[in-house]
Each structure stands twice: as C-alpha cells, then as structure tokens.
C-alpha cells in the first residue's frame, strides 16, 4: 500500500525572525514537540504587553526592571515582535539538533498557565517543521554560513538577513546562482565531449593518464610502450591496487571483450579501465571491477577534473 506523504503548501513569507527558544534553546525540545512558540522572562512587563501599554512597558523595563534606556529599547523591539508579527506574513525558524526548524505563528498571544516554560507563548500553525517542502531534511551543516550564523545572535530574536535563501531552502527553489553554473557545466560536458572526439589517439592516450592521475593513481608504466595488449598501467597508493588500462578512440563490444579477456588472463591486476571517446554501439562491462569510461561520462569526468583548458588548448 501506497502512504501519500503530506505536500507542504509554497511558503511566500515578506518577513523572517530567527527566535532562540529559552537560554541556550533549553526550550527547543519543548516548543518543537508541543506546536508551540514561547518567549519571555518573569522580569519583563507582559501584563502590560498583553494590553498593548507598550509605553507602559519601556517605563516598567527601565524603571522596574532597572534597564538602561537602550537596553529597554532593545529589549522591547523584540517583545513587540513577538506580539505583533504577522501570523502569515512572518516566517520564524530556530535551530535544534543539527537542523534548521521553521514555522508560521498563530495570531492570538496568550499568558503560559501550566507552569511549563515561558510567559508568553503563540502557537504554530502546522507545528514545527525540519524539512522542505519536497521533505528534504534542513541539516545545518549543508546550509550556507550566511544563514545558520545568525543563531550566534546573543538575545533571543532578530531578522534573518538571508531571507531570500532561507525562503528558495524551504521551497526547494534553487539559487539563480546554482541555475547558471549547473547549466554551464552542461554546456561544457556538451563541448569537452567534441574536443575530446576531436584528440589525436596519441592525445587522447595523454587525457586518459591526466584524467586517471587526477582521479588519484599513479602511473607506473612509459606512457605508450606498455605491455603487450594494456596501454597503460597504474597504481593506487592508498590501496596498492594495480589497474589494467586500455584506451582506445573507436571500439565495439568485441574489441573491448577482448581487452577484458587479456586483464583477466594476465592475473596482475585488481581493476580494469576501458577508455573509449567513440564506441560502436553500448558497451558493456561484464564485472564490477571493468570501469568503461565513454562519450558523455568521459567528458563529464574530464570536466570536474579540471581538464577542459587541457582540451581546449590541444584543439586550438
């Protein structure tokens, strides 16, 4: 049976707050669990703020609570927020367990009276959230800096100054910037794959012991005066593996049957690798230590290595 996982409607917030829940987030398990937003401390005027006396409240924070007239200013923008933010334009996120958490608040305040954490509290509309919209899991580590540094903040509530990235990571819209470079890449796989068609076989023998050094083996034999029946032949240090390589410009299914058939004859070797630009027809390895590295994957390979200046000025 089929189970419909919950679509998470879009989010179109004009506002974010990032709110630490308690000292140290000692809250965060808590308000998570519960659907719940709270805030405050015995020592500020939420009678007042409740009643909507918010000059009444900076006197009480100054007078009674012994603030400094900019400590009372600050401390009283970030009650006002708390009460006063629109329930469906602002969007409140914290941070607990690894992950970045996000909610919408409900609009009614109320005084906390069961005793549990908080004066005053709001609670959540669709309760607390860690995951996008397609319900990716919002883990910190793979947010940007810009973002998740905003819970070094030291009092409890500000504006998140990377609205637009928290809002395209909850909607699973990706960064314009992200769009460009992936569409590039695309464009360069499309054009390393031509000049790579384009290589003389001396070359082409050239951009395979490039592409395989950068993949991290060593080559340990002369580049074109290999053994008989293997092109080259290659180490990995890490390992101690040996790889058989075979690297041709044309080939068909048979050429490269043949080639498999010497790697294994040959018992030297733990890997094979059949390097081809234009094969006849799909090539099909017959074990999982054969790597066939053609066409497309061949170029896309040769492009996150960092080859393509290589091809470029080997074809101009």
């Known amino acids: 049976m089929n189970i419909a996982i919950p679509v998470i409607p879009h989010v179109a917030p004009t506002i974010a707050r990032f709110i630490r829940l308690g000292h140290k987030g000692a809250w965060a398990r808590f308000c998570i669990e519960s659907g719940e937003i709270r805030f405050g401390s015995p020592d500020e005027p939420h009678e007042r703020c409740l009643a909507g006396d918010w000059d009444g409240a900076r006197t009480a924070l100054i007078g009674e609570g012994g603030r400094s007239p900019s400590e009372a200013s600050q401390c009283l923008r970030e009650i006002r927020e708390f009460y006063t933010l629109p329930a469906a334009e602002c969007l409140w996120i914290t941070f607990f367990e690894g992950r970045l ?3 919408f608040a409900e609009a009614d305040v109320r005084a ?3 005793g549990g954490p908080g004066i ?3 609670g959540c509309r669709g309760g607390w959230r860690d995951v996008s919209r397609r319900g990716l899991p919002l883990v910190e580590t793979s947010l940007s800096t810009r973002l998740t540094q905003v819970r070094a903040y030291q009092r409890t509530i500000c504006n998140v100054a990377e ?3 928290l809002v395209r990571k909850i909607n699973d819209t990706e960064e314009p910037s992200v769009l460009r470079a992936r569409a590039a890449r ?10 790579i068609a ?3 076989w001396a070359e082409f023998e050239v951009l395979a012991d490039l592409l395989l050094t950068r993949s991290g083996w060593h080559r340990v034999s002369a580049l074109g005066k290999s053994q008989p029946d293997v092109d080259l032949v290659i180490e990995q240090p890490a390992t101690g593996e040996r790889g ?3 690297v041709k410009s044309k080939a068909t299914q048979a050429t ?3 080639s498999i058939a010497a790697y294994r004859t040959s018992g030297a070797f733990s890997r094979m690798f059949f390097v081809c630009h234009s094969p006849t027809g799909h090539l099909r390895p017959d074990a999982p230590d054969v790597h066939i590295l053609t066409g497309s994957d061949l170029a896309r390979r040769c492009v996150d290595a960092g080859l393509l200046k290589w091809l470029i000025a080997r074809a101009g």
Do not use: N
């Open 101 to 103: 958490w996000w909610t």
């Open 186 to 195: 695309e464009e360069a796989i499309v054009s390393g794959e031509a000049l």
């Open 120 to 122: 005053v509290m709001r």
């Open 198 to 200: 384009g290589l003389h």
């Open 256 to 258: 490269l049957e043949a």
């Open 112 to 114: 906390v009276a069961d």
């Open 163 to 165: 609205f637009d990235y």
């Open 244 to 246: 058989f390589v075979q």
